[in-house]
């Protein structure tokens, strides 16, 4: 049983193939806004060109284009290979890695947003289980609410330093650590924004 896991939510371009649970072929770059053109070629440079069984693909939230580019590129080759596709969370994946060394209380994982906001989770300690809804919420006022003393993801370093205190550890997803979420049930391929669209319909903004 192949595996062929692609992530392409935040800056870091990370696709993994795995086989019965172990990786075969990886690569794991931050390549910042990168990814229209490097993900194919990231995917045709692994054992076999990536051919799977199926697809797992990260659905964020993140990235607004980053997060659509996976997603496209997932479907894509899961309908011309004619196998399965399903989704996974950003915040679910740093929270297994996070986990690895992470000590006792709440895990905050939190993923850089757009006008001035993070996105963020809590899960418990053992990062297996999320403890509330993702939210996106403006820094500083995040700084006021979370208190505990790590905070983990790309969105970290920012949320420390508007508190001016606590250890920020950066973490990107790894598209070759999967399996540490493998027990997890699958999501719709589809995104997971995190918040509202920026763009409004006129009906929306109560205008005629």
Known sequence: MRLLVIDTATQALSVALLEDGAPIGQFHEIVGRGHAEALLPAIAALPDGGRADAIAVDVGPGSFTGVRIGIAA???LALAWRISLHGFSAPSLIAAQAARDHGQGPLIVTITGGHGELFWQSFTADGRSATDEIRSTPITELASRIDAPVIYGTGAEAL???RG?????????????WPLIAALPGLPPSPIYGRGADAKTMAERGLS
């Open 165 to 177: 205190s606590g250890t920020a550890v950066t973490l990107y997803p790894d598209a070759s650590a």
């Open 74 to 76: 997932a479907r894509a």
């Open 160 to 162: 420390v330093t508007a």
